[in-house]
C-alpha cells in the first residue's frame, strides 16, 4: 500500500471501514440455493453442518450441498480460503465447486 493510504487508515479519513460490505469474488451473496437447486435427501451429518443430495432445477445435473450454520459474515471468512481454492481447482480427481451461496447466516 502506499504511504497516503496508510496515513488515512491510521487517522481513520476516507469513510469507515467496518461499516464497508466484504465482497466474495466466489459467493453469491443474500440468493437462496432453493431457487435453483431442489434438495432430494440428506447424504450425511458432520461436525460443520450437513450434507444433502442436490438436483438442478433446469440442468437436473445432481450434486452434493454442504449446508453450514455460521454466526455471521466474520465467520464465513474462516470459509473463504477454501472456496477460492476449490472455485479455481479443475482437476479429476478433487471434487469440483459448482456454486456456492451465503444467505440468513447460512452458508451453502
Avoid at 469513510?15 to 434438495?39: C, H, Q, S
Avoid at 451429518?45 to 459474515?73: I, N, P, S, W
Amino acid at each position: 500500500m502506499s504511504f497516503l493510504s496508510n496515513l488515512k487508515k491510521a487517522f481513520h479519513f476516507g469513510g469507515n471501514e467496518a461499516k464497508k460490505k466484504k465482497l466474495y469474488n466466489n459467493i453469491k451473496m443474500d440468493v437462496n440455493p432453493e431457487e435453483f437447486w431442489d434438495m432430494i435427501g440428506e447424504l450425511g451429518d458432520g461436525a460443520f453442518g450437513k450434507v444433502y443430495k442436490a438436483q438442478h432445477k433446469q440442468t437436473h445435473q445432481l450434486a452434493a450441498a454442504k449446508m453450514c450454520a455460521l454466526d455471521g459474515e466474520d465467520d464465513l471468512s474462516d470459509f473463504m480460503i477454501e472456496i477460492d481454492i476449490l472455485s479455481e481447482c479443475k482437476h479429476p480427481n478433487v471434487v469440483e465447486l459448482h456454486e456456492a451461496y451465503f444467505i440468513e447466516g447460512k452458508l451453502w
